[in-house]
């Protein structure tokens, strides 16, 4: 299908045109015949109960056309950013310049994050956003350990935020420990709990392995609801300490921050600060995680998902290689969670239905497994593109939804679905997404 | 059985259900010597490798594996990974099994998992950045490189293993065995779908491993110009049983082998062997 030379791919694009064409009209056919009956003729019961009908060939004649017209659009896209196997229509100089692009988004997407502070220091809104927006990016680089790096597909990862939260809030208001010690406990014990997840769990490939993780979960956010005289049931916990800035508190007393400063106390220092410290803890994760790929651990990960059986044949005791892809992924769930709690000061078990689990798999996908730059514009786009519809009021899901399909029709494997190999001798080349496994498990 | 057998298998049964796969089965291979295990389909060879390399728990039946230094390994209590790690036994796959998302480079590399586990430090050290980490990696890739340049792949080492040629694929697979530094290596029948020129470079990859590295072969084969001539020694099976055992030139000749691999057709059978030389 592919043209190098000027003249087959002129007589190539007539091919591609007439082909498109074609399909749409198949596509304008399919909607033609189904719609002929659902939108076509109307009918009701009439005032005397006899049936009553009428014809909407106009709305009908409509849908048709934008059927047609929308499967040329969508062909046309798929051309542009489709996937490998299809044609690119898109000159050689522009793919190279979105390349070149491409390798600057990271760099400039962090300098712009470390600013948004200072650009929108009086809107509180935006910086409100920028913090859920980091919450979520860290969220989904710890599953992104599990899901995109070790090929375990887990549907209960908001267990492990939850412990991470009740962890901090029930330390901090029950023995009064500050947030930077409760910090790393959180973490231990999601951790812990992340293998007391992955022992049942070894054997379990694929689908069994989703349901396990599922109820994993359910059973985490059932036993906060039912176990009443620690976590005070559907109440949840309230009055968890805000966190300090190494033991100042960021508050309007003389001992607070803005006093020790000699500047004029504001609520917005608060937000600020809670703003660099998700920020600190989602590039912790983004640093441990690029740091492990290049460790022996990381590479077990990463083959895991590509073939066990192999993986056995080598020697890699898969066991405790799936186990540290859990505790590690749970980790940094649990800080995601100690975090969630100081920024909220109250935490109850709705917080962590499996609707949360969904959105930060979601995002995982949607970046393009195992990619870390592709999970952060997925978290961008799924909470930021959320938020911008928020004007489209009942309609903002079916935008939403619409723009997802979209996007898995043109990068079914995710916005970045390439791999980058954490070893090279001489040059670094991104593997296509057709060769990178998904993992079985 | 010879005393210098670096593997003796002694009366392997292994049974599914109430089908024999592998009967009775008794064979020795030598220390620094290339094993054939030849059969026709259905044999119950890759049974064999199976039960050996601990992906299935054999029947009964003992299988011993003697390192150089003289310790004593019963693969029959070992299972999956550990034949692997402990009694440094590694093998190839019928299907080729690398990792195709990963490149060549990276495919070495993780065959040499467990010495870079340690030298990590179990991560830890590797998380900071140790010197010792350091120079254990770069040691790994020196190994990586080495291997790469001996199967001709070093100008592909960072193309991504599913995008090479078939032919390259095997020997790959092939070194990522040898990177484990295996006592023994287990090839399952690394000359499929190989073309002349290819299965003559195996064939010399196969020589130089055995010189160089002191690994012992053991090795399922169906094409008989590589059975014929790289082993020192060839087992046949047939429904699971050894029906035939000595040198090629020996085996060759042997009418029971005939008959087994082609059947009535004697005719036939004897031009193929002729063949093979």
């Known amino acids: 299908m592919s043209a190098p030379a000027p003249e087959p791919a002129a007589a190539s694009s007539g091919l591609n045109a007439a082909y498109i064409f074609k399909k749409s009209l198949i596509s304008a056919l399919v909607a033609l015949v189904l719609f002929s009956l659902m939108i076509g003729i109307r009918t009701e019961a009439g005032p005397t109960g006899q049936l009553v009908y009428w014809t909407r060939f106009g709305d009908l004649a409509l849908m048709v056309a934008g059927v047609f017209g929308g499967s040329i659009l969508i062909e046309l896209l798929r051309r542009w950013w489709g996937p490998v196997t299809v044609t690119r229509v898109v000159p050689a100089s522009v793919q190279t310049g979105l390349a070149l692009a491409r390798r600057a988004i990271a760099p400039l997407l962090l300098i712009f994050t470390v600013l948004v502070p200072v650009i929108f220091y009086d809107q509180r809104y935006i910086l409100d956003l920028g913090i859920l927006v980091l919450t979520y990016v860290m969220l989904g680089w710890g599953l992104n350990v599990v899901v995109g790096l070790a090929g375990l597909l887990d549907l209960g990862y908001v267990a492990f935020y939850a412990v991470g939260a009740y962890s901090y809030a029930l330390l901090a208001t029950n023995f009064g420990l500050s947030f930077w010690i409760c910090l790393p406990l959180a973490g231990i014990l999601a951790a812990l709990w992340g293998v007391m997840l992955g022992f049942p769990v070894l054997r379990l490939r694929g689908d069994y392995l989703a349901i396990v993780t599922l109820a994993f979960g359910e059973i985490i956010r059932l036993v906060i609801i039912n176990w009443q005289s620690l976590t005070g049931g559907p109440n949840g916990v309230s009055g968890i300490p805000r966190p300090t800035l190494f033991g100042i508190p960021l508050t309007p007393g003389d001992n607070g921050l803005a006093a020790k400063l000699g500047i004029e106390f504001s609520p917005t220092h608060r937000i600020v600060f809670l703003f660099y410290l998700i920020l600190g803890l989602a590039l912790l994760t983004n640093w441990v995680t690029i740091r492990l790929r290049r460790l022996p651990i990381g590479r077990a990960w990463e083959a895991l998902r590509e073939d066990e059986v192999a993986c056995r044949a080598l020697g890699i005791n898969t066991t405790t290689t799936k186990l540290t892809a859990f505790a590690t992924g749970a980790m940094f769930g649990g800080f995601a969670g100690a975090f969630f709690a100081t920024r909220q000061g109250f935490i109850s078990p709705e917080s962590f239905t499996f609707q949360e689990s969904a959105l930060v798999l979601a995002i995982v996908v949607l970046g393009g497994m195992g990619s870390q730059l592709g999970v952060a514009l997925a978290a961008l786009t799924m909470i930021g593109g959320f938020e911008l519809f928020r004007g489209l009021d009942q309609y903002r899901m079916l935008v939403f939804g619409f723009a997802m399909v979209l996007l898995m029709i043109w990068r079914p494997r995710g916005l970045i679905g390439h791999r980058a190999p954490t070893v090279f001798l001489k040059h670094s080349h991104a593997i296509s997404s057709d060769l990178v496994k998904e993992g079985h498990g | ?277």
């Open chain 2, 1 to 277: 059985m010879s005393s210098d057998s670096i593997l003796s298998v002694d009366r392997l049964t292994m049974r599914f259900g109430g089908i024999i796969a592998v009967n009775d089965l008794s064979f020795a291979a030598e220390r620094r010597k290339i094993t054939a295990l030849i059969g026709p389909n259905g044999a119950g060879k890759t049974t064999v490798f199976n039960c050996i390399t601990g992906f299935y728990r054999a029947s009964s039946g003992t299988m011993r594996l003697t390192h150089d230094s003289g310790k004593q390994i019963q693969l029959e209590r070992l299972n999956d990974f550990r034949i692997s790690k402990q009694a440094k036994v590694a093998r190839t796959f019928q299907n080729i099994r690398l990792f195709p998302g990963m490149t060549a480079l990276e495919n070495l590399m993780v065959a040499q998992h467990n010495a870079l586990m340690l030298a990590s430090g179990l991560t830890f050290l590797g998380l900071i950045g140790a010197p010792s980490w350091r120079s254990a990696e770069n040691r790994a890739i020196d190994q990586a490189r080495l291997w790469l340049d001996r199967i001709g792949l070093l100008e592909r080492a960072d193309d991504a293993a599913g995008n090479l040629p078939y032919g390259d694929q095997r020997r790959l697979e092939i070194a990522r065995a040898m990177c484990t530094e295996p006592a023994l290596l287990c090839l399952d029948e690394p000359a499929a779908g190989l073309n002349t020129r290819e299965s003559a470079a195996l064939s010399e990859l196969l020589f130089s491993i055995r010189a160089d590295h002191g690994a012992s072969i053991l090795l399922i084969e169906h094409d008989m110009s590589v059975v014929m001539q790289i082993s020192d020694h060839v087992v046949v099976m047939d429904y699971g049983m050894k029906i035939a055992e000595g040198s090629p030139q020996d085996v060759r000749d042997d009418p029971k082998v005939i008959a087994a691999y082609l059947g009535a057709d004697e005719q036939e059978a004897i031009a193929v062997m002729e063949s093979g030389t």
